[in-house]
């Protein structure tokens, strides 16, 4: 029981580390992998002592972005606007980073493990509901945008608001209709079973990914998932050529800074989740409890710890390039028209989403996988 | 559940609730609306009913309440400043309410109706049971709600779609009628 208490905590601890941690990432990669995207320098000024200079080390701005501009960022003054509703205004960025850090505790980073006779599963919690969880919390990351956009006392903040409510409520649908069809083809809501359903080959070589089953919820949930983290192509609520910075122009400070975290852990949470239900989630290709069982018939033995640790790296390696995905996504595409963002939702995304839920109603109950 | 936990709960819930009646500002209502909905989801998942519970936080503190929340902008409700309504209201008002409150406490103070805890089964309130239940005992009443709100929706889309060559929708509406 106790063991079990702790482990608990301690997983607890480490997804929303993980969580904050890829934030982090993310805000150096906007700083310094637009630039080598753009043909840019970046940031490379900051140091701390000098050394790296003097020893003829580039400075990868690493201090400049993970470091200088959080702490500039929340030793700022923390302005609230004249008229605006105080309460509310102090709320909404917390009431939108906390239905995001919520939801990273279902997300399954590894294979159980053994300590001392108690076998962990590794993810914060193992809910049998836990498609359902994923779908109340994400819809609850709404308000602190809205929020945020009316208490402002400010008209571009309360376009932005309207925007982004319009949007993720939009987006929601198609995102609900991917993880649906996954729910389908794999039979169970919990998510540690749906990446599990993901281990052992197809024809000796094709790992049983969930990509390889549901091509089209993976592009659906890859699209909705962008649209939701309000990321360019989809950043219509805080356009700056034409709402100053949308939803959070009246924030300033350690709020903002909130703010931006909100929208880098929704990134990085969009990428979990394409890992859990489309890229196997912690499952290595071709590793089984026992070791590598290689295509071809060679068999190459691992031990079980090391057969763990390699799923959590698999994990990480997988959420990482997605954020990576993501991050070029944003800095190569231009931002979509308001209309043709709701056409691509409610008429491209919505209906596919529907047709892909019914063919795999059908293929499910022709291929006689119903209890 | 330990029973301290239920009477935060039930505590917390009568609060917000209690809070969507008083304030002023109806954002602020609404957000209690969201606080009582959001602690009665939690006392379904705890009692078990974990579908219900999900369901209630992704349909109405999730998406109808963003409705209000859009009906309130659109409309663009301000802060009640005073009171308001004529006397002869307020009298009847007050009159209905006290009726009301005689009458649930007439119903409720009977002893067979007093609330009793039982256990269910595991897995009661699991999805897998309530889809068992939807697409078998109740399948007619599923399949024609289903056909309601589809028409619904189809109407709602005809009343609110414009005609082509016409900048008024009200125009459309008066085709469509």
Redesign the interface.
């Given at each position: 029981m106790t063991i079990e208490l702790i482990a608990g905590a301690i997983k607890a601890i480490l997804m929303i580390v993980l969580g904050l941690n890829l934030s982090l990432f993310l805000l150096y990669f906007e700083r310094k992998g637009s630039a080598l995207i753009q043909d840019r320098i970046g940031s490379n000024r900051v140091t701390i002592t000098g050394l790296g200079k003097r020893m003829g080390m580039p400075n990868l701005g690493i201090i400049n972005t993970t470091i200088a501009d959080p702490v500039k960022m929340f030793t700022k003054e923390d302005f609230v606007p004249a008229g605006a509703d105080k309460f509310l205004h102090t709320l909404a960025p917390f009431l939108a980073l906390f239905p995001v850090m919520i939801t990273f505790v279902v997300i399954p980073f590894g294979d159980s493990i053994s300590i001392a006779g108690h076998r962990i599963g590794l993810e914060a919690a193992n809910l049998n509901a836990g498609a359902l969880y994923l779908l109340a919390t994400i819809g609850l990351g709404v308000y602190g945008v809205a929020l945020a956009g009316w208490s402002s006392n400010n008209r571009w903040a309360l376009l932005g608001g309207i925007r982004a409510t319009a949007q993720m409520i939009s987006y929601e649908l198609a995102m609900g209709l991917a993880i649906v069809s996954v729910i389908m083809t794999f039979g169970t809501l919990n998510l540690q079973e749906i990446v599990r359903g993901q281990g052992g080959v197809w024809f000796g070589f094709l790992p049983r990914w969930g990509i390889f089953v549901q091509p089209l919820a993976f592009i659906l949930l890859l699209v909705a998932g962008a649209a939701e983290s309000k990321r360019i192509p989809f950043d219509l609520p805080e356009s700056e050529s034409e709402l100053i910075q949308g939803y959070f122009t009246e924030y300033s400070g350690g709020k903002q800074a909130v703010f931006m975290l909100t929208d880098f852990a929704e990134q990085s949470l969009v990428a979990m989740l394409l890992t859990t239900f489309f890229l196997g989630g912690w499952q290595v290709p071709w590793l089984m409890r026992d070791g590598f069982h290689l295509p071809g018939g060679a068999f190459l033995a691992v031990p079980a710890l090391a057969v763990s640790i390699l799923g959590v790296v698999a994990f990480l390696v997988k959420v990482v390039a997605l954020c990576i995905f993501l991050g070029m996504v944003r800095w190569t595409l231009p931002r979509f028209r308001y209309d043709q963002l709701m056409r691509l939702g409610w008429k491209g995304l919505v209906p596919l989403g529907l047709f892909n839920v019914l063919l795999t109603a059908f293929v499910v109950v022709a291929t006689g996988r119903v209890q | 559940m330990p029973p301290f936990v239920y009477i935060f709960l039930g505590a917390l819930a009568v609060v917000s609730a209690l809070g969507v009646v008083v304030q002023r500002?109806p954002?602020?209502s609404l957000?209690a609306l969201?606080g009582t909905l959001m602690t009665v989801a939690i006392l379904f998942i705890a009692e078990d009913a974990?579908?219900v519970g999900?369901?209630q936080?992704?349909v109405y503190?999730?998406?109808i309440m963003?409705l209000f929340?859009?009906v309130i902008?659109l409309l663009n409700l301000q802060v009640e400043t005073g009171p308001t309504g004529h006397l002869v209201l307020k009298f009847f008002g007050s009159l209905g309410a006290a009726l009301l409150v005689a009458e649930l406490f007439s119903i409720l103070a009977r002893p067979h109706l007093q609330v009793k805890f039982t256990r269910q089964p595991a897995g009661y309130g699991?999805?897998a049971s309530l889809a068992g239940k939807l697409f078998t005992d109740y399948l007619v009443a599923f399949e024609v709600t289903s056909v309601l709100l589809l028409a619904a929706v189809v109407g709602s889309v005809a009343l609110a779609r414009k005609l082509p060559g016409t900048d008024d929708p009200r125009a459309a509406r008066d085709v469509a009628s």
């Amino acid at each position: 029981m106790t063991i079990e208490l702790i482990a608990g905590a301690i997983k607890a601890i480490l997804m929303i580390v993980l969580g904050l941690n890829l934030s982090l990432f993310l805000l150096y990669f906007e700083r310094k992998g637009s630039a080598l995207i753009q043909d840019r320098i970046g940031s490379n000024r900051v140091t701390i002592t000098g050394l790296g200079k003097r020893m003829g080390m580039p400075n990868l701005g690493i201090i400049n972005t993970t470091i200088a501009d959080p702490v500039k960022m929340f030793t700022k003054e923390d302005f609230v606007p004249a008229g605006a509703d105080k309460f509310l205004h102090t709320l909404a960025p917390f009431l939108a980073l906390f239905p995001v850090m919520i939801t990273f505790v279902v997300i399954p980073f590894g294979d159980s493990i053994s300590i001392a006779g108690h076998r962990i599963g590794l993810e914060a919690a193992n809910l049998n509901a836990g498609a359902l969880y994923l779908l109340a919390t994400i819809g609850l990351g709404v308000y602190g945008v809205a929020l945020a956009g009316w208490s402002s006392n400010n008209r571009w903040a309360l376009l932005g608001g309207i925007r982004a409510t319009a949007q993720m409520i939009s987006y929601e649908l198609a995102m609900g209709l991917a993880i649906v069809s996954v729910i389908m083809t794999f039979g169970t809501l919990n998510l540690q079973e749906i990446v599990r359903g993901q281990g052992g080959v197809w024809f000796g070589f094709l790992p049983r990914w969930g990509i390889f089953v549901q091509p089209l919820a993976f592009i659906l949930l890859l699209v909705a998932g962008a649209a939701e983290s309000k990321r360019i192509p989809f950043d219509l609520p805080e356009s700056e050529s034409e709402l100053i910075q949308g939803y959070f122009t009246e924030y300033s400070g350690g709020k903002q800074a909130v703010f931006m975290l909100t929208d880098f852990a929704e990134q990085s949470l969009v990428a979990m989740l394409l890992t859990t239900f489309f890229l196997g989630g912690w499952q290595v290709p071709w590793l089984m409890r026992d070791g590598f069982h290689l295509p071809g018939g060679a068999f190459l033995a691992v031990p079980a710890l090391a057969v763990s640790i390699l799923g959590v790296v698999a994990f990480l390696v997988k959420v990482v390039a997605l954020c990576i995905f993501l991050g070029m996504v944003r800095w190569t595409l231009p931002r979509f028209r308001y209309d043709q963002l709701m056409r691509l939702g409610w008429k491209g995304l919505v209906p596919l989403g529907l047709f892909n839920v019914l063919l795999t109603a059908f293929v499910v109950v022709a291929t006689g996988r119903v209890q | 559940m330990p029973p301290f936990v239920y009477i935060f709960l039930g505590a917390l819930a009568v609060v917000s609730a209690l809070g969507v009646v008083v304030q002023r500002n109806p954002i602020h209502s609404l957000l209690a609306l969201i606080g009582t909905l959001m602690t009665v989801a939690i006392l379904f998942i705890a009692e078990d009913a974990v579908v219900v519970g999900f369901l209630q936080i992704i349909v109405y503190a999730g998406a109808i309440m963003v409705l209000f929340l859009f009906v309130i902008w659109l409309l663009n409700l301000q802060v009640e400043t005073g009171p308001t309504g004529h006397l002869v209201l307020k009298f009847f008002g007050s009159l209905g309410a006290a009726l009301l409150v005689a009458e649930l406490f007439s119903i409720l103070a009977r002893p067979h109706l007093q609330v009793k805890f039982t256990r269910q089964p595991a897995g009661y309130g699991s999805l897998a049971s309530l889809a068992g239940k939807l697409f078998t005992d109740y399948l007619v009443a599923f399949e024609v709600t289903s056909v309601l709100l589809l028409a619904a929706v189809v109407g709602s889309v005809a009343l609110a779609r414009k005609l082509p060559g016409t900048d008024d929708p009200r125009a459309a509406r008066d085709v469509a009628s």
